[in-house]
Nanobody, 124 residues
Framework: QLQASGGGLVQAGGSLRLSCAAS????????MGWFRQAPGKEREFVAAIKWSGSNTYYADSVKGRFTISRDNAKNTVYLQMNGLKPEDTAVYYC???????????????????WGQGTQVTVSS
């Protein structure tokens, strides 16, 4: 129901935009987030956005470089990634909450719907 795309190989300092398209149901009333998982590491929070788009939240490691946004008419969430660093290399997952609350937005276990992931590789 969530399809992530837009990953790829980019040099350090470059940019990518990830997309997460929802299908099968509407996610326009649900908070959504992006997480990432590097090899040998646990999945970590990247960014989250309220259903309306009025509130956004970021991990300290990406603040000022990444921007999460959404287009509810298209049932799609985006992650604009600028100033990419080698340590941003990971599989990126989009996820949606099952309810409207933003509480504990950084905890992956609070999300009920997950996309399949898209690989982002940043070379130095």
């Amino acid at each position: 129901q969530l399809q992530a795309s837009g990953g790829g190989l980019v040099q350090a300092g470059g940019s990518l935009r990830l997309s997460c398209a929802a299908s099968g149901r509407t996610f326009s009333t649900l908070p959504m987030g992006w997480f990432r998982q590097a090899p040998g590491k646990e999945r970590e929070f990247v960014a989250a956005i309220k259903w309306s788009g009025s509130n956004t939240y970021y991990a300290d490691s990406v603040k000022g470089r990444f921007t999460i946004s959404r287009d509810n008419a298209k049932n799609t969430v985006y992650l604009q990634m600028n100033g990419l660093k080698p340590e941003d290399t990971a599989v990126y997952y989009c996820a949606a909450r099952g309810g409207t609350t933003m509480a504990y937005y950084g905890e992956s276990r609070r999300y009920d719907y997950w996309g399949q992931g898209t690989q982002v590789t940043v070379s130095s």
